[in-house]
């Protein structure tokens, strides 16, 4: 579908496309794979919605950016049990930035501090609203997230799985 659609076709000419299955870990090189695994966030279209669990040969990393609620994932314990870093979906401080709007699918980053508060890893915010008030460097919002040793995700931020 991407590549036989003409909005999607030139953005994914060079890329290496791979079908996954959940859970299936994908050998990326020989020391680091990539594991999809599924998380509840909205699925109107049946597709699903896919953290990425990526293990190297001495650290591992969670890239998850989209997400429901923390407590609506069984699995999330135990995942983050496995991980150094977790990278996770920072899209809204407070339901103030709905304006209005009917609440949306996102943890708030209170509720993700709350339930990473004991995780020894490192935890780093990305996938944000424009209206999220973190990034203005100067906000208590993003004094609270230095306050409590998260991290937030930047362009060409790197990690290391050596």
């Known amino acids: 579908l991407l590549q036989e659609t003409r909005l999607w076709s030139p953005m994914v000419q060079g890329l290496d496309l791979r079908q996954?299955?959940?859970?299936?870990?994908?050998?990326?090189?020989?020391?680091?794979?990539?594991?999809?695994?599924?998380?509840?966030?909205?699925?109107?279209?049946?597709?699903?919605?896919?953290?990425?669990?990526?293990?190297?040969?001495?650290?591992?990393?969670?890239?998850?950016?989209?997400?429901d609620s923390w407590q609506a994932w069984d699995a999330a314990h135990s995942i983050l049990q496995t991980v150094d870093v977790a990278l996770v979906d920072g899209s809204f401080y407070s339901l103030a930035e709905l304006n209005g709007r009917?609440?949306?699918?996102?943890?708030?980053?209170?509720?993700?501090?709350?339930?990473?508060?004991?995780?020894?890893?490192?935890?780093?915010?990305?996938?944000?609203?424009?209206?999220?008030?973190?990034?203005?460097p100067d906000s208590d919002a993003a004094?609270?997230?230095?306050?409590?040793g998260a991290k937030l995700a930047y362009p060409g931020m790197r990690y290391s799985f050596d």
Do not use: C, M
């Not at 020391?31 to 279209?45: A, F, Q, S």
């Not at 708030?108 to 490192?122: K, N, R």
């Open 20 to 67: 996954f299955s959940p859970n299936q870990s994908i050998t990326l090189a020989p020391d680091l794979t990539l594991t999809p695994i599924p998380v509840p966030h909205r699925d109107e279209l049946g597709t699903g919605t896919f953290a990425f669990l990526i293990n190297g040969p001495a650290k591992s990393l969670l890239y998850l950016p989209d997400i």
């Open 102 to 136: 009917p609440p949306v699918a996102h943890p708030l980053i209170s509720d993700t501090l709350a339930f990473f508060a004991d995780w020894p890893g490192e935890l780093v915010f990305t996938h944000f609203n424009h209206t999220n008030p973190i990034l203005e």
């Open 143 to 148: 004094q609270i997230i230095q306050q409590a």
